[in-house]
T-cell receptor, first 114, second 107 residues
Protein backbone atom coordinates (compact mmCIF):
# COMPACT_ATOMS: atom_id res chain seq x y z
CA UNK A 1 0.00 0.00 0.00
CA UNK A 2 1.20 3.49 -0.79
CA UNK A 3 1.63 5.92 2.00
CA UNK A 4 3.81 8.28 3.94
CA UNK A 5 5.79 7.20 6.97
CA UNK A 6 7.21 9.35 9.69
CA UNK A 7 9.49 8.07 12.38
CA UNK A 8 9.79 7.98 15.25
CA UNK A 9 6.40 8.80 16.74
CA UNK A 10 7.91 10.15 19.96
CA UNK A 11 11.39 11.58 20.35
CA UNK A 12 13.22 12.97 23.34
CA UNK A 13 16.44 14.94 23.09
CA UNK A 14 18.63 16.97 25.33
CA UNK A 15 18.85 20.69 24.79
CA UNK A 16 21.66 21.63 22.42
CA UNK A 17 21.57 18.43 20.39
CA UNK A 18 20.62 18.27 16.74
CA UNK A 19 17.93 15.74 15.89
CA UNK A 20 16.70 14.42 12.53
CA UNK A 21 13.11 13.44 11.84
CA UNK A 22 12.45 10.98 9.05
CA UNK A 23 9.76 11.23 6.37
CA UNK A 24 9.43 8.69 3.57
CA UNK A 25 6.73 8.30 0.92
CA UNK A 26 6.17 5.67 -1.76
CA UNK A 27 3.43 7.54 -3.60
CA UNK A 28 5.76 8.99 -6.25
CA UNK A 29 4.69 12.46 -5.13
CA UNK A 30 6.71 15.42 -6.32
CA UNK A 31 6.13 17.66 -3.33
CA UNK A 32 6.90 17.09 0.30
CA UNK A 33 6.27 19.39 3.24
CA UNK A 34 7.20 19.79 6.88
CA UNK A 35 4.87 21.51 9.33
CA UNK A 36 5.07 22.32 12.98
CA UNK A 37 2.12 22.38 15.37
CA UNK A 38 2.10 24.04 18.78
CA UNK A 39 -0.75 23.75 21.28
CA UNK A 40 -3.66 25.96 20.30
CA UNK A 41 -2.10 26.92 16.99
CA UNK A 42 -2.56 25.80 13.43
CA UNK A 43 0.05 23.94 11.43
CA UNK A 44 2.82 26.19 10.20
CA UNK A 45 5.06 25.52 7.22
CA UNK A 46 8.74 24.94 7.95
CA UNK A 47 10.12 23.83 4.58
CA UNK A 48 8.79 22.36 1.38
CA UNK A 49 10.29 20.72 -1.67
CA UNK A 50 8.70 20.34 -5.08
CA UNK A 51 11.56 18.54 -6.79
CA UNK A 52 14.63 16.53 -5.87
CA UNK A 53 17.63 18.60 -4.76
CA UNK A 54 15.51 21.72 -4.34
CA UNK A 55 13.60 23.10 -1.37
CA UNK A 56 12.17 26.37 -0.12
CA UNK A 57 11.82 27.93 3.28
CA UNK A 58 8.40 28.24 4.77
CA UNK A 59 7.17 30.66 7.39
CA UNK A 60 9.26 29.34 10.29
CA UNK A 61 12.43 27.86 8.77
CA UNK A 62 14.90 29.36 11.25
CA UNK A 63 16.68 26.66 13.26
CA UNK A 64 15.73 23.89 10.83
CA UNK A 65 17.40 22.26 7.85
CA UNK A 66 16.24 19.78 5.22
CA UNK A 67 17.54 17.77 2.30
CA UNK A 68 15.85 16.16 -0.71
CA UNK A 69 18.41 13.80 -2.20
CA UNK A 70 15.76 11.27 -3.19
CA UNK A 71 12.18 11.77 -4.31
CA UNK A 72 10.96 9.43 -1.59
CA UNK A 73 12.68 11.06 1.36
CA UNK A 74 12.58 14.50 3.00
CA UNK A 75 14.32 14.44 6.40
CA UNK A 76 14.07 17.41 8.74
CA UNK A 77 16.89 18.32 11.11
CA UNK A 78 16.03 20.36 14.17
CA UNK A 79 19.24 22.15 15.02
CA UNK A 80 20.44 23.54 18.31
CA UNK A 81 19.72 27.00 16.89
CA UNK A 82 15.97 26.35 17.12
CA UNK A 83 15.01 28.20 20.28
CA UNK A 84 11.87 26.26 21.15
CA UNK A 85 11.99 22.88 19.41
CA UNK A 86 9.44 21.01 21.53
CA UNK A 87 6.43 20.55 19.24
CA UNK A 88 4.49 18.17 17.03
CA UNK A 89 6.02 17.81 13.55
CA UNK A 90 4.01 16.67 10.57
CA UNK A 91 5.19 15.63 7.13
CA UNK A 92 2.96 15.67 4.05
CA UNK A 93 3.28 14.91 0.37
CA UNK A 94 1.30 15.64 -2.76
CA UNK A 95 1.49 16.05 -6.52
CA UNK A 96 2.32 19.54 -7.73
CA UNK A 97 0.80 21.57 -10.50
CA UNK A 98 -2.23 19.34 -10.81
CA UNK A 99 -5.80 20.35 -10.09
CA UNK A 100 -7.72 18.42 -7.46
CA UNK A 101 -4.53 17.33 -5.74
CA UNK A 102 -4.94 15.12 -2.74
CA UNK A 103 -2.40 15.23 0.04
CA UNK A 104 -1.24 12.46 2.29
CA UNK A 105 -0.08 13.08 5.81
CA UNK A 106 2.24 11.20 8.11
CA UNK A 107 1.36 10.21 11.65
CA UNK A 108 3.58 12.93 13.04
CA UNK A 109 6.53 13.04 15.41
CA UNK A 110 6.20 14.56 18.85
CA UNK A 111 9.57 15.99 19.81
CA UNK A 112 10.34 16.86 23.41
CA UNK A 113 13.56 18.63 24.25
CA UNK A 114 14.61 18.50 27.87
CA UNK B 1 -3.40 37.83 8.89
CA UNK B 2 -5.10 34.44 8.88
CA UNK B 3 -5.69 32.97 5.46
CA UNK B 4 -8.05 30.37 6.94
CA UNK B 5 -10.74 30.97 9.55
CA UNK B 6 -12.61 28.10 11.15
CA UNK B 7 -15.62 28.19 13.43
CA UNK B 8 -16.42 27.22 16.03
CA UNK B 9 -13.07 26.67 17.78
CA UNK B 10 -14.62 24.28 20.27
CA UNK B 11 -17.81 22.27 20.04
CA UNK B 12 -19.51 19.91 22.46
CA UNK B 13 -22.44 17.85 21.24
CA UNK B 14 -24.69 15.09 22.50
CA UNK B 15 -24.48 11.79 20.71
CA UNK B 16 -26.82 11.81 17.72
CA UNK B 17 -26.69 15.53 17.08
CA UNK B 18 -26.06 17.04 13.65
CA UNK B 19 -22.82 19.01 13.62
CA UNK B 20 -21.54 21.71 11.28
CA UNK B 21 -18.03 23.13 11.13
CA UNK B 22 -17.35 26.13 8.92
CA UNK B 23 -14.25 27.26 7.06
CA UNK B 24 -13.62 30.53 5.24
CA UNK B 25 -10.40 31.19 3.35
CA UNK B 26 -8.87 34.09 1.47
CA UNK B 27 -6.39 32.36 -0.86
CA UNK B 28 -7.07 31.12 -4.36
CA UNK B 29 -7.23 27.35 -4.26
CA UNK B 30 -7.19 24.31 -6.48
CA UNK B 31 -8.60 22.05 -3.77
CA UNK B 32 -9.49 21.98 -0.10
CA UNK B 33 -8.93 19.20 2.43
CA UNK B 34 -10.78 18.43 5.60
CA UNK B 35 -8.50 16.68 8.07
CA UNK B 36 -9.15 14.81 11.29
CA UNK B 37 -6.64 14.74 14.13
CA UNK B 38 -7.15 12.43 17.08
CA UNK B 39 -5.44 12.80 20.45
CA UNK B 40 -1.89 11.56 19.97
CA UNK B 41 -1.56 13.63 16.83
CA UNK B 42 -2.00 11.46 13.74
CA UNK B 43 -3.76 13.27 10.91
CA UNK B 44 -6.07 11.71 8.36
CA UNK B 45 -7.48 13.37 5.27
CA UNK B 46 -11.27 12.96 5.31
CA UNK B 47 -12.10 14.77 2.10
CA UNK B 48 -10.52 16.53 -0.81
CA UNK B 49 -12.89 18.94 -2.56
CA UNK B 50 -12.62 21.24 -5.50
CA UNK B 51 -16.32 21.88 -6.05
CA UNK B 52 -19.77 20.88 -4.87
CA UNK B 53 -20.31 18.24 -2.26
CA UNK B 54 -18.89 14.89 -1.13
CA UNK B 55 -20.28 12.30 1.26
CA UNK B 56 -18.54 9.49 3.13
CA UNK B 57 -20.83 7.65 5.49
CA UNK B 58 -22.05 10.14 8.10
CA UNK B 59 -19.69 12.87 6.92
CA UNK B 60 -20.60 15.45 4.30
CA UNK B 61 -18.35 18.21 2.98
CA UNK B 62 -19.42 21.11 0.80
CA UNK B 63 -17.52 23.91 -0.86
CA UNK B 64 -18.51 27.18 -2.53
CA UNK B 65 -15.50 28.35 -4.53
CA UNK B 66 -17.02 31.75 -5.37
CA UNK B 67 -17.72 32.51 -1.72
CA UNK B 68 -14.47 30.89 -0.53
CA UNK B 69 -16.30 28.85 2.04
CA UNK B 70 -16.50 25.20 2.98
CA UNK B 71 -18.48 23.26 5.57
CA UNK B 72 -18.07 19.87 7.17
CA UNK B 73 -21.20 18.19 8.49
CA UNK B 74 -21.47 15.15 10.71
CA UNK B 75 -24.86 13.49 10.87
CA UNK B 76 -25.83 11.35 13.86
CA UNK B 77 -22.63 12.22 15.75
CA UNK B 78 -20.93 9.55 17.84
CA UNK B 79 -18.32 9.73 20.63
CA UNK B 80 -15.74 8.24 18.26
CA UNK B 81 -16.10 11.41 16.15
CA UNK B 82 -14.42 13.33 18.97
CA UNK B 83 -11.31 14.84 17.43
CA UNK B 84 -9.92 18.05 16.02
CA UNK B 85 -11.11 18.87 12.50
CA UNK B 86 -8.87 21.02 10.36
CA UNK B 87 -9.65 22.85 7.14
CA UNK B 88 -6.71 22.93 4.70
CA UNK B 89 -7.00 24.85 1.44
CA UNK B 90 -4.39 23.94 -1.18
CA UNK B 91 -3.19 26.61 -3.62
CA UNK B 92 -1.39 24.26 -5.99
CA UNK B 93 1.94 24.99 -4.31
CA UNK B 94 1.25 24.79 -0.62
CA UNK B 95 -1.36 24.13 2.01
CA UNK B 96 -2.80 26.58 4.47
CA UNK B 97 -4.35 25.33 7.68
CA UNK B 98 -7.07 26.52 9.99
CA UNK B 99 -6.44 26.29 13.73
CA UNK B 100 -8.95 23.49 13.94
CA UNK B 101 -12.28 22.79 15.61
CA UNK B 102 -12.10 20.62 18.69
CA UNK B 103 -15.18 18.41 18.77
CA UNK B 104 -16.31 16.43 21.81
CA UNK B 105 -19.31 14.16 21.46
CA UNK B 106 -20.84 13.09 24.76
CA UNK B 107 -22.62 9.74 25.02
Amino acid sequence: DGGITQSPKYLFRKEGQNVTLSCEQNLNHDAMYWYRQDPGQGLRLIYYSQIVNDFQKGDIAEGYSVSREKKESFPLTVTSAQKNPTAFYLCASSWTGRPNTEAFFGQGTRLTVV
Amino acid sequence: KNEVEQSPQNLTAQEGEFITINCSYSVGISALHWLQQHPGGGIVSLFMLSSGKKKHGRLIATINIQEKHSSLHITASHPRDSAVYICAPYTGNQFYFGTGTSLTVIP
